[in-house]
């Protein structure tokens, strides 16, 4: 995990770019605010896809170090929503219980 | 019986509205609104004391609440302001924990630590466009950027020039600053604008005088979103050697801006439009040929002597940071923008006989307002509680006045009351624009089976043609 964020100066390997992304994703998952979380998730996964297609090894350090970077904030902030919290909005399920008497 | 009265109330606002709309010329004609201070335009209306008449308790029965989900409303209302990123606050939280000295002490670290960031701030808020940080002052915002530049250049070349120009449909801030100068002996002229929101530049190079010291017009507006032919008018003021202030609050990092390729002199930016902090904002000052003005607050001589005061770092840094998150983010939250405008747009055009205000081609995506025909705009913002909305600019929407800006593109009385302004952002997302659409048809149909107008319509009468004497 704490590997994770640090930044590299050699080639990623897989597993630790995967790593990084599923992290990512997660921390992205904790917002409390439903139109950040969504957002996040939306961003991340488009980022990585995006750089998925990127094939100079420079580019690939550069975006992971970038990612890194913007992890370190994303678990900061993610943690900051929750600790605040608001009610949720019309489109949000009030929350597991309730949503799974709706099914 | 509830609904006989409800279909009276109705009855006799609508009414009451058709008949108010023959033809006021509210701002039509600039020597008109002279005499009138903006804000108290139509306060003679018999209609402010009116309450919607449904209510959003009838409605609520018809429209009962999904208590399996939450109950805040979905915030559909970017143009009024924006969520601060958490990118952003992530930022200002370092000024608020450990980053507290004042930029402007030159002699020890906490001053030197954190001017280095105001000064990192300033290029990033200058970058967005193209201009260089020397020529950014910070401001509390872009009303009061808006009120430096309109009142302060003007008043510097006042020995020359009495004359300044800007449009019917500004910003309050920029109105109210022109109002401030007719007082104080310059000439204003306000254009006019079209149908489609945008201003006649043949009008504007006619307007233009020997003693016109500045013409100010905004990039894109507030209530419709249209945004002007901001490179022709900048090229106009530079062939006739004429300063130009625009107030791009809502433009700033939405569409591409470039001061030199523009020939924009002077332009008023707000963080809290950008996802940053409110009580921030801009005035870029053209440095090369210079622009010179008058101060409004004097002190310190900080920011060139125009700007006096100690900066307040966090909400620079915060409105820096959200200044670079743009142009980062920028094709990302366009094309997400663009999608959701048009998913949006189809899905409310869709509705008979709605309107969308403003030009089809020359628009920010992000701003779509649309007009619900037979419908009070106010009725229906009360019955979509769920959604935050608004029914034109923020200052103007807490009265029942209609909008001065629909006015001004000679849209009625009851059009302008029966307009909707959307405002979609960053944060937006795809469910929420799916649950807009949904909602707005059932209420729009609702409401309308309760007017007796709409009940006309459909029988064929041309309401046009009813003499609504003796009422
Ligand atoms: C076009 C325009 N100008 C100026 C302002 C005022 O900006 P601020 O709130 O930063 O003073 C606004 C926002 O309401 C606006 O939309």
């Known amino acids: 995990m704490s590997s994770l964020s640090k930044s590299v100066s050699t080639l990623p390997s897989r597993t630790k770019v995967l790593g990084l992304y599923h992290n990512m994703l997660r921390s992205s998952l904790k917002f409390d605010n439903y139109n950040f979380r969504e957002y996040f998730l939306r961003k991340t996964r488009y980022e990585f896809r995006k750089n998925m297609e990127l094939t100079e090894e420079d580019k690939i350090i550069a975006a992971y170090n970038d990612a890194v970077k913007q992890f370190t904030v994303l678990k900061r902030q993610a943690t900051i929503s929750e600790m605040y919290h608001f009610d949720k909005t019309v489109v949000e399920p009030q929350g597991k219980v309730s949503g799974a008497e709706k099914n | 019986m509830l609904r006989n009265t409800v279909l009276r109330q109705n009855c006799r606002l609508s009414f009451k509205r058709l ?67 958490p990118r952003v606050l992530d930022k200002m939280l370092q000024f608020y924990t450990g980053l507290y000295g004042n930029p402007h002490s030159s002699t020890h670290a906490y001053g030197w630590e954190t001017e280095k960031e105001v000064e990192k ?108 032919p901001l490179e022709e008018i900048g090229r106009i003021c530079k062939k006739n050697k004429v300063f130009f202030h625009t107030d791009c609050a809502q433009a700033y990092g939405k ?95 869709s509705i008979e006989d709605t309107i969308l205000n403003g030009s089809a081609d020359h628009r920010f995506n992000g701003c779509v307002n649309i007009s619900f025909a037979y419908i009070e705009g106010e009725s229906l913002l009360m019955a979509l509680n769920d959604i935050a909305l608004s029914s034109g600019s923020a200052c103007t929407s807490a009265s029942l006045e209609p909008s ?59 309401l046009n043609s009813i003499e609504w004497s003796g009422h």
């Open chain 2, 121 to 228: 701030a300033r290029k990033y808020v200058a970058d967005v466009i193209g201009a260089d940080p020397k020529e950014i002052v910070f401001t509390s915002g872009a009303t009061e950027s808006n009120n430096m530049a309109i009142k302060g250049v003007p008043r510097f070349y006042k020995s020359t020039k009495k004359h300044i120009i800007t449009a019917q449909t500004e910003h309050k801030c920029v109105l109210n600053s022109a109002r401030h100068l007719q007082d104080e002996g310059f000439d204003v002229t306000y254009l006019p604008v079209g149908e489609d929101g945008l201003i006649d530049l043949e009008q504007l190079e006619k307007a233009i005088r020997k003693d016109t010291c500045l013409v100010s017009i905004m990039g894109v507006n507030n209530e419709i979103g249209v945004i002007q």
């Open chain 2, 19 to 85: 008949l108010s709309s023959s033809h006021k010329p509210w701002l039509a004609a600039p020597a008109a609104a002279d005499k009138q201070p903006i804000v108290d335009l139509g306060a003679s209306t018999s209609t402010a004391n009116i309450v919607p008449p449904t209510g959003a308790a009838i409605l609520k029965g018809g429209f009962a609440k999904d208590t399996t989900y939450g109950t805040r409303p979905i915030y559909l209302d970017m143009q009024a302001t924006t969520p601060t990123d």
């Open chain 2, 255 to 349: 569409i591409p801006l470039d001061v030199n390729k523009l020939n924009i002199d002077m332009m008023s930016i707000s963080s809290h439009k950008i996802y940053g902090p409110k009580g921030c904002g801009a005035l870029y000052i053209r440095r090369r040929p210079r622009v010179r003005m008058d101060p409004i607050i004097t002190g310190g001589g900080q920011e060139r002597g125009l700007r006096s005061g100690t900066l307040a770092p966090p909400l620079v840094a915060g409105f820096g940071e959200a200044a670079r998150l743009l142009i980062q983010e920028y094709d990302f939250d366009k094309n997400h923008i663009e999608y959701l405008a048009n998913k949006l747009k189809t899905g409310l055009l």
């Open chain 2, 404 to 462: 001065y800006v629909l006015h001004a593109l000679g849209a009625d009385d009851a059009l302008a009351h029966s307009s909707i302004r959307f405002g979609i952002g960053r944060f937006t997302t795809e469910e929420e624009i799916d649950y807009v659409i949904n909602a707005i048809h059932k209420r729009v149909n609702f409401l309308r089976e309760l007017s007796p107008l709409w009940e006309m319509k459909q029988e064929g009468i041309d």
